[in-house]
């Protein structure tokens, strides 16, 4: 019985190598001005996906700061 999908990494994704989706582009955009980065030019879909996870992890929109420091 599985507990939900599994996530392929997408180092091993079948596509992986293929460019990245305008649909990831709009999103890396928005958060690396967000974050205060660039986002580097001719990313392949499973570089996108690691970039989409970092930003992520380092957005305070998403992952607010609470008073005492710790996230």
């Known amino acids: 019985m599985s507990n939900g999908p599994v996530e392929k990494n997408p180092e091993e994704w079948t596509t992986g190598d293929e460019p990245m ?9 928005t958060l690396a001005r967000e974050a205060g980065v660039d986002v580097p030019e001719g990313l392949t879909k ?3 996906s690691q970039l989409i996870d970092e930003l992520q992890n380092r957005s305070e ?3 607010p700061i ?6």
């Open 46 to 48: 499973a570089q996108a």
């Open 21 to 29: 989706t305008a649909p990831q582009e709009s999103y890396l955009q």
């Open 61 to 63: 929109r998403l992952h």
């Open 66 to 71: 609470d008073e005492g420091g710790v996230t």
